[in-house]
């Protein structure tokens, strides 16, 4: 089993900057391959980014490439979402995955995540 636990959201103006941290427990944190995603009221969970157990690779969605950036320290069993140029299309609960498959072939969907943190807020305001 793995532990995921998100901090960090909250309340911020339109090109305001967060940065998102999910600390993870009960497996090596390093045989892990990590996610971000989002979901904003009414609609579905959509990908955010992701990253390799290692961190040598990253993977993103479009409209976020440029503003954020996905990093992990596995010394600290933790992993970040540092996001710049908030925009009020960001507005959602941004939830932590991970997966014990180590290349999933789609990083980008939601069922190839086992484990999921509880989610942190995060509101950009206009």
């Known amino acids: 089993q793995v532990h995921l636990v998100e901090s960090g959201g909250g309340l911020v103006q339109t090109r305001g900057s967060l940065k998102l941290s999910c600390v993870a427990s009960?497996?090596?944190?390093?045989?892990?391959?990590m996610g971000w995603f989002r979901q904003a009221p009414g609609k579905e969970r959509e990908f955010v980014a992701a990253i390799s157990w290692a961190g040598g690779n990253t993977y993103y969605t479009d409209s976020v490439k440029g503003r954020f950036t996905i990093s992990r320290v596995n010394t600290k069993n933790t992993l970040y979402l540092q996001m710049h140029s908030l925009k009020p299309e960001d507005t959602a609960i941004y939830y932590c995955?991970?997966?014990?498959?180590?290349?999933?072939?789609?990083?980008?969907?939601?069922?190839?995540?086992?484990?999921w943190g509880q989610g942190t807020q995060v509101t950009v305001s206009s």
């Open positions: 995955s991970a997966t014990r498959t180590p290349w999933p072939r789609d990083n980008n969907s939601p069922a190839s995540y086992e484990y």
């Open positions: 009960g497996r090596a944190f390093d045989n892990l391959f």
